[in-house]
Every structure is written in structure tokens, then in C-alpha cells.
């Protein structure tokens, strides 16, 4: 860790103290001339949220086949109890505590020093790019019915090309545009499991919701699915910089966001085991459009059709969003590059959106259970960090300045750990010896590529905008 010269030292948690100050201000007003661009506020914020999250119940059908209703419908009741409302506290406390581009990363960086900031970054961006690559997967997944050239060969590669060079120049024209599309995308994916709702009345058996078998039960499968649908809530730390007055409006939208993602799994859910027989083996990616044709025909199935198409785009835009502005904050403070930095003309990260979209293109050829799996591995491993990040800043700093604050104290930010980081120990012993090899070779790059980043900054290869000892990001290892 590099240290600032000064003629008189000060003490580790001064200099943190007051340098996180700074750091408070420089998210709030802009150091990178970011008046220039539109600051998304809070409706764009929430749907941005909820399509980093969810985007719909397209894609929790596994849970019902791994499991069965009972278990399906708890699972989601309860992992948003102990995963997904500590992760969104510890969001919106860190996220306003430092309100600026690179989200986690800073987190980490503030807490542990900036090598172990640097893993965070690669373990979320990696984990961020291979979600994103399962989404032109599902919208394929939902339109191979319809067309079923579409589900494998060249047709199936070309469409792949085609739809992600479209979302990423979707993202390429600015943040605002995108929240205002993740509205509409949102409105529209959502308005057809309510009229399937209403459809379903007559025909609903509370008594299908009850049936569970533990001896039938496959537990990877159905741990995964619900963690990967609920999960995500921190990525849009990594934009904070771009969110009008973030201190105010970030908690609130995380709390409107957890609410929309809860209700959009339920219902659906209740609908679809309660209206129709339950075959658990029918229960697969794709599986609400055939309950849409049961249950209203085939008008009905060509909307959530269409819908499960919309909800991709969305939250395709969204995960890249969140993933090229990480890699933008990155550079701003000096772990990357100077031109991952640079903006379009648009206020977007260039070089964050080339680079995010490629790494899709590269990971799309695996299928879904297998992305799903790999992102859940490595993104476990960046939680750990974050969560030891939160405690650490909370006991070592308590005075730092912090516009939403996780009641209860000290001893309240350790036990809203506990549960999360069992789940996350649960899901890693869980997964498949191939999973783990993929994963821990992909940690390994990050703790060799550190190194090399830091041996070309020396070199001067590259140009660096920012360094760790600049006054404007001061880190806790000093």
C-alpha cells in the first residue's frame, strides 16, 4: 500500500475519517464535470434496481421443478428475509457512505486496501458479465417455441450477435435513457402475470401450494435458482455517482425495488401452482408461457412471450450499466487504466461497455444452469469481502459520516451478516467440482492480475488518472 507524504503523520483512522469526508463530497458535487450528464432520479432508479435484481418471474421456474410449490413459494419468503434485505441495507449504508462510480470496489478498498479492492472488482465485474450472458440465453430459451431455428446452430449464434450489439449500443446512449426504458420494460413485462392472476381466480386450489416431497428434493438446483433471482442488490452501488442525491434517494429505492421483486416472484407463482396440475418436470425455463395459453390462450402466451423478451433487454441494460461504470470508477481511482475513464459524448464508459459486452459474447455459449452456477460461485466470494468490509468500517470507524445508517449498532451489522454468509457457504459447498475449478481458476487470474496492472502503471505503459495515495481516495491500510 502506498502512502501519502506528509510532514506530520497522521493516525490510520483520522486519515480515514477525513479523507472518506472528502470522498462524501466528491460523489455529491463532481470532480469529472459530471453536471454535464442528467442525474437519474428515483423512478429510474428503482426499475434499474429491480431489473439488476429480477426483471420478472422469468426464469424461477427451476425453483418449482427442483422442489415443488411449498418449497418454492417459502424459498422466496425466506431468502429475501436473510439474503436479500441485509444485502440491501448494507447497500444503501455503504452506497451513501460513499456515493461515487465503482461502488464495492471502493467499499472493499476503504476497508481492506486497495489489492483486495482490485479482487472485489474482478470477482464482481467477471460474475456481473457471465450474468449478463444468460439473458440472451433466456430470451432464446423463450422464443425457440415460436421459432424453433432458434435453439441451436447458426441461427441461435447470429441472433446471440445481433441482440447484444443492439443492447449494448442501447447502453452506449446514455444512463438516463436506459432507467427511462427499464420503466417501460418493466410496466409492460410485468402487466400480463396480473392479468393471468385475475384470469386464474376461478380455477385456483390453495391445497396445490401445500405439496412438497423433501425425498424429491434437488437442493443445488433449487438453491441456486433462488439465489440467483435474488441477488444483485449491491450492483447498482457501482453507479451511485450518476443517481441524483443519493443520500435521500438510494434507501428508498432499494426498499420500493425490494417490495416490486417479492410481489413479481409470488404472485406469479401462486398463480401458476395453484390454477394448473403441478408436473414438476414441465417446470422449466419457459414453462409461464404454456400457463399462459392454459390459462387465457393463445394471446395471453404471446404476451409473456414477448414480455419474457422485454424483461431480457432490460435487465441485459441494466447488468451492463452497472458492470461499465464499475469498470469506469476503477479507473478514476487509479486500479485501471486511464481510458476505461473516458466518457462518450453520451456521459457512458466507453470502454467498460466494449469490453462488458465482449465478455457476453465469449460466455454465451454455456448453458443456463452452468452460468447460473458460475455467477453464483464467484459472486459468493465478493459478498464475503463486502460483508467484512461493512463490519470492519463500522467498529474501526464508527464517526465517519453516514447519511443511512443499518439501526441496532455494532452488534446488529455483525448478526445481519450471520445468515447471508451461511447461505453463501451453503451454495459453495453445493456446487459441482466443475463450477469450482472454472471459479477458482478465474480468482486466481484476478490475484496474478493485479500484480501486472500495477507492473504497467510503474512502467508507465499505460496512463493512470488516478493513484491510491491520491487525497481524493485515502484507504483505511495506511
Known sequence: ?????????????????????????????????????????????????????????????????????????????VFALIWSVPEALITAEMGTMFPENGGYVVWVSSALGPFWGFQQGWMKWLS??????????????????????????????????????????????????????????????????????????????????????????NWSLYLNTLFWNLNYWDSISTLTGEVENPSKTLPKALSYALIMVLLGYIFPLLTGTGAIPVDRELWSDGYFA????????????????????????????????????????????????????????YGTPLMGILFSASGVILLSWLSFQEIVAAENYLY?????????????????????????????????????????TVLILVVLALASLKIMAISIAAVVVGLVLQPCVEYMKNKRWYDFSGSFDNPDCQYASV
Not at 421443478?65 to 419468503?77: E, K, T, V
Not at 420503466?183 to 376461478?202: D, E, N, R, T, Y
Not at 459478498?383 to 464517526?399: D, G, S, Y
Open 1 to 77: 500500500m502506498k502512502h501519502r507524504s506528509s510532514p506530520a503523520r497522521q493516525s490510520s483512522a483520522k486519515m480515514l475519517e477525513n479523507n472518506v469526508g472528502e470522498n462524501v463530497g466528491i460523489g455529491e458535487e463532481s470532480s469529472h464535470d459530471l453536471h454535464k450528464y442528467n442525474k437519474v432520479s428515483i423512478v429510474p432508479l428503482v426499475f434499474l434496481i429491480f431489473y439488476e435484481v429480477s426483471g420478472g418471474p422469468f426464469g424461477v421456474e427451476d425453483s418449482v421443478q427442483a422442489a415443488g410449490p411449498l418449497l418454492a413459494l417459502l424459498g422466496f419468503l
Open 128 to 217: 456481473g458479465v457471465i450474468d449478463n450472458a444468460l439473458y440472451p440465453v433466456l430470451f432464446l430459451d423463450y422464443l425457440k417455441s415460436a421459432i424453433p431455428a432458434l435453439e441451436s446452430g447458426l441461427p441461435r449464434t447470429i441472433a446471440v450477435l445481433v441482440l447484444t450489439a443492439i443492447l449494448t449500443y442501447l447502453n452506449y446512449r446514455g444512463l438516463t435513457i436506459v432507467g427511462w426504458v427499464a420503466i417501460l420494460l418493466g410496466v409492460f413485462s410485468l402487466l400480463p402475470f396480473i392479468v393471468m392472476g385475475l384470469i386464474a381466480i376461478p380455477d385456483i386450489e390453495p391445497s396445490r401450494w401445500l405439496v412438497v416431497d423433501l425425498g424429491t428434493v
Open 290 to 345: 404454456d400457463i399462459a395459453k392454459i390459462l387465457g390462450g393463445v394471446w395471453l402466451r404471446t404476451w409473456v412471450l414477448a414480455a419474457a423478451a422485454l424483461s431480457n433487454m432490460g435487465m441485459f441494460v441494466a447488468e451492463m450499466s452497472s458492470d461499465s461504470f464499475q469498470l469506469l470508477g476503477m479507473a478514476e481511482i487509479g486500479m485501471l487504466p486511464s481510458f476505461f475513464a473516458k466518457r462518450s459524448h
Open 380 to 420: 459468493c466470494f465478493g459478498m464475503i469481502m463486502e460483508f467484512i468490509a461493512f463490519v470492519k468500517l463500522r467498529f474501526q470507524h464508527p464517526n465517519l459520516p453516514r447519511p443511512y445508517k443499518i439501526p441496532f449498532g455494532n452488534i446488529g451489522a455483525i448478526l445481519i451478516c450471520i445468515p447471508p
